[in-house]
């Protein structure tokens, strides 16, 4: 059985990755979590200049569902390159460098300078963050925006592009065809849905930014249905997420059409999810008989 | 830091809104200190969805018994208070870092204040000073009498209890007896707080006010707990640090001047 | 304090319905519910001809939701009125009869004999089913489609005229101001969202159709967020929903911007939940001196 | 029918992968026949989070006991199975129609064959039979023998049991020992069924070969379980149901000719 997953020329060596922004740079989880069994690290996105990051509180809990208004926190490219890359590079799994920008500008001054760092497997465009003013998911929404943003980063780079795309749309499928068109090695779908918790005893909103990024099992059928619809609508590759806490889950995403998936908020109720995914694909695969991931992709039409 | 399935070894009410819930401590997880905490899976399903820090409230390397006192506040510390002793938790700890650690400078005497959720980490690290000989007063306030949680302290701790409504101890809240407090009683002592944000906020302009050192634990909403998704912020005062701090993993034990009062 | 909500020149008692297509015709509930508290009976939509409903199974439980694919399953206009309306007529609450087409044409002779009938508050105009093939949603994610249905419907009446909005958008504002353009007298947001669940072990999809509607706690958050956003854009009263199942989640909607509000999933879970919601929003208002339901807009700007 | 909540009188297992549970019946909800069901709230949170159908067990009008026996498939049951005697459950019944109103017809026997989760009810409905001196036979399907569950039978029931292993009873499904019954045997019978699907389409085909009259009790994912969302269709023969009826209301018991077999 070969649970390998080939984007833009490149192999993951197996489907489950973990989300950007759920695990950090690695380093967080190291005594937690077995790296070799990840199949890649998508990194919290990084942005041309350093980001405090949104005001507080950032975090609320919803009916099996997480809202997050970090709004991009992070140390910047630079920092990236000098302080997180170094350690990055010795982790046993692939390194997916989540990127962000608020102008198409950005996005590719922050890609060059990562162009010249070794050790980094492919990047994943972040057009789908909700959670800044602007950039993020207002890129994400308008397929011309995609296509060129895609298409001027696919001049600077050898490397995977895998385009991360917002279920906050009339139709996803245009933004995914966009991206390929652009472009893309890949799509992975879903970031997270707009989302508002209103603090009734203080009749003011939670997060001091009004709405968040939704995030956890409650999306998960946004998240299948998102993947099943773009991932026969392009072909490229669907990276599968949203809501994966189990191995049933992220079936769910393959068997609906995607060729890898991430876990994401379930890292933090049970940091062992991704070894337990990928051990439970992995039965499954042997059980059903199925040699590969593309194999899986059969059952549905 | 591990995370490990713990066996409950018993688990109490200690007060009439309190429980404290003992366990089994994993020897692989390392040593536990006054004011870490641990994060609790407490549903197999997924409402509630995250887990939930609580700071412990006591640790025997010896025996390997580890507890936490908590305070039934909603869902998870709800289905928290069903598990029966002889069941099984999933924690992940010791995160944070510790009150302990900032008591290494030659101070003469420690104020241990406490209000609400606080008592527990509070009368842990109360116990640990008075095992190294450490002088120290705790000072406990809760609404009434029938809430002040029974939590073992040794002997040699000194504990004066402060009641909103005056039906045990001091008629009024810790601020009420740290205020009464002479030059000479705080001279040289350094205050160490866990409770209500009002709380802390009143022990660090005490301290400010006669050039104390202050050290509160900060509460705030976790998501990862180890330091990884930037979720559990709090505005502190150093640019180095971007105007934030990650109360899981710099905290949650702050120098009060560290941390930007609003 | 007073309770009631005007829309359209009329007014309801209070501010707490049942959502279209969870309380069937009103009778199904009669021994586990108190009519006499329920603001509005959002009747199941009702179609020109009468629709046998999608194929089986129609039902699946996701994550603090559920998903749906009834496919307007109801016995058409004619038997609606002669069969329903004589006990719908009966009931101590205002009746909003939920209208669905696959043309605009067909909305129109819909509403048409129902204007005919007597004991109708008002119209639920619904853009915005995921489960059929043809109108529905379709019509509800083109602002201009929305408009012109909205405005044709307008001429044929005088009561009022609720179009409901599908969360399934770019931007549900400029749907949102679609129907106020067009005439109508409020906007009920949210429909369900769409989300597919896939049996693992069959390796299909669970309903027939791939996808269906997601409803209930776990796309709270999605709806405050909705309503929040279209309360700003418009200036017609907004009835905010999904995923409510307790006072302190239809006081979030209120405080959100909406006027009233509508219970949907959460009466299969609980069908006292709309009593219970309309006691705590009564007490909340008293507590906080609030003399109306537009007086608890204020509080988030 | 009624909403409310029920005191749990007992619950026990009742075989290696059964439990009866058994409350106390509101006389308001009015009086419980075989074939219908209640519909729990097993959580207060929100996942699971759609109320769970059980078919009555028992119900006893002058003791005012009722009970559902059921298996644990998921997190529902899994969480039912956690709820002690002396506790409560939301319940909402009696729902749906039953089995006994099929049987007024004359006829002289009556074949109750039930698998798996079958089990309560037909063990209620023979037990009902048996009180009104109708003739009947239960037979029971299950895997092994230590899966049949201690379901009281009244001593006038006749009882035969099959398991697919052979451990206990007739080695076969109830469809097994259907097939060895005569002409002479099954003679002015009807046949009532509950359980897996295939077991209920093979009743309707032994029944309808032999021109008898066969009623099933089908299950259908629930929401709602009063009539009003129409999630529970089933598919039905007749067009004037325009094909598809309602498991909650219209059944959970249907005539076996008018369910639509696939
Ligand atoms: C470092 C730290 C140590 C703590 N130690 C203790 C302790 O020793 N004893 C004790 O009783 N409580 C302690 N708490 C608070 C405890 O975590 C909350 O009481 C618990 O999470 C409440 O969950 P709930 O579902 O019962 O209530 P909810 O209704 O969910 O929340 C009640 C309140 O608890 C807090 N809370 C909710 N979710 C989280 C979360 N994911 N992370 C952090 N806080 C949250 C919020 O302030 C919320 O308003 C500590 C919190 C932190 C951050
Ligand atoms: C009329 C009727 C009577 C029933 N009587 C009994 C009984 O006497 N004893 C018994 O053990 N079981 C009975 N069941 C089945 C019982 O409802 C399911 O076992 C239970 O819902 C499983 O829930 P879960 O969360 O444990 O499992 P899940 O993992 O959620 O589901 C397991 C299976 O249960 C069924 N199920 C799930 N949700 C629902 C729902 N909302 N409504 C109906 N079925 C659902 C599905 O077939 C599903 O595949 C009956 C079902 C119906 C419709
Ligand atoms: C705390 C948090 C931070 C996140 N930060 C980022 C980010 O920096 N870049 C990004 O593309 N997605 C980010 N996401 C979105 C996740 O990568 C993922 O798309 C989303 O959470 C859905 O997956 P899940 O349900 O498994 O969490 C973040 C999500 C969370 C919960
Ligand atoms: C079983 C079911 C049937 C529904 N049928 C309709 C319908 O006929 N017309 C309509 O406008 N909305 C229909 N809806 C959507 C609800 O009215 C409501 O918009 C949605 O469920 C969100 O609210 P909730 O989360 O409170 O359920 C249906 C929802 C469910 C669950
Ligand atoms: S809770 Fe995630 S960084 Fe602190
Ligand atoms: S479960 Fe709602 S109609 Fe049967």
Redesign the pocket.
């Known amino acids: 059985m070969d649970l390998s997953v080939a984007i833009g020329g490149k192999k993951l060596p197996n489907p489950v990755g973990v989300a950007s922004g759920t695990f950090g740079y690695g380093g967080e989880y190291e005594q937690l979590v077995d790296f070799a069994a990840i199949g890649a690290l998508y990194t919290k996105a990084v942005t041309l200049m350093p980001r405090p990051g949104n005001d507080i509180p950032r975090?609320v809990?919803t009916p099996s569902g997480l809202i997050n208004s970090i709004g991009l926190a992070n140390v910047g490219v630079d920092r990236f390159i000098s302080e997180k890359m170094p350690h990055c590079r010795e982790l046993p799994c692939a390194v997916v460098v989540n990127i962000a920008g608020s102008s198409a500008d950005e996005y590719a001054r922050v890609l060059e300078k990562l162009e010249t760092c070794p050790g980094i497997w492919g990047y994943e465009i972040n057009v789908s963050c909700p959670n800044v003013k602007h950039g993020g998911m207002a890129f994400g929404t308008d397929p011309a925006q995609v296509e060129r943003l895609t298409a001027d980063l696919r001049k600077r780079t050898k490397n995977p592009i895998i385009v991360k795309l917002t279920p906050n749309v009339t139709d996803i499928r245009t933004i995914a065809k966009a991206a390929q068109e652009g472009g893309a090695d890949a799509v992975s779908c879903i970031n997270t849905l707009v989302g508002m918790v209103i603090d009734v005893g203080a009749k003011k909103p939670v997060l001091p930014m009004g709405t968040g990024g939704l995030s956890g099992p409650a999306i998960r059928p946004v998240g299948v249905a998102a993947t099943y619809a773009v991932s026969r609508a392009v072909s490229i590759p669907v990276i599968g997420l949203g809501g994966i806490s189990g191995p049933l889950d992220a079936l769910q995403y393959l068997l609906a059409g995607a060729s890898a998936v991430q876990i994401g908020t379930a890292n933090f109720v049970d940091p062992t999810t991704t070894a337990r995914v990928l051990a439970g694909i992995r039965e499954f695969c042997e059980r059903e008989n199925v040699s590969c991931i593309k194999d899986l992709h059969r059952f549905i039409p | 830091m591990k995370q490990f399935i713990a066996k409950i070894l018993s688990h109490a009410s200690v007060s009439d809104c309190f429980f404290e819930l003992a366990f089994a401590w994993d020897a692989a997880a390392g040593p536990v200190l006054p004011g870490q905490?641990c994060t609790i899976r407490v549903s197999p399903y997924s409402a509630?969805l995250?887990?939930?820090?609580?700071?412990f409230?006591r640790y025997d390397e010896k025996t390997g018994v580890a507890a936490?006192?908590?305070?039934?506040?909603?869902?998870?510390?709800?289905l928290l208070s069903c598990k029966p002793a002889g069941g099984t938790i999933n924690i992940i700890g010791p995160l944070?870092n510790d009150f302990f650690r900032f008591a290494t400078a030659g101070y003469a005497h420690f104020y241990l204040v406490a209000g609400g959720?606080?008592f527990?980490?509070v009368a842990f690290l109360a116990n640990h000073c008075a095992q190294r000989n450490l002088a120290c007063t705790v000072v406990l306030g809760c609404r009434t009498r029938s809430q002040l949680p029974r939590l073992n302290l040794l002997p040699s701790v000194k504990a004066v209890v402060c009641t909103d409504d005056g039906s045990e101890g001091i008629h009024g809240t810790p601020l009420t007896y740290l205020a009464t407090l002479s030059p000479m009683q705080y001279a040289s002592s350094a205050v160490f707080s866990c409770g209500p944000a009002p709380l802390l906020a009143g022990c660090h302009e005490w301290a400010l006010a006669r050039g104390l050192s202050c050290f509160v634990?900060v509460?705030?909403?976790?998501?990862c707990g180890v330091g990884a998704c930037m979720g559990?912020a709090v505005r502190v005062t150093d640019a180095g640090a971007n105007g934030f701090a990650r109360?899981?993993t710099e905290g949650?034990v702050f120098d009060s001047r560290r941390i930007l009062w609003t």
Chains 1, 3 share one sequence.
């Open positions: 975090i809990e | 905490f509630p995250l887990r939930r820090p609580f700071a409230s936490i006192a908590y305070k039934k506040r909603g869902p998870a510390t709800e944070g959720t606080g527990g980490p634990s509460e705030q909403v976790m998501a559990c109360a899981c949650p």
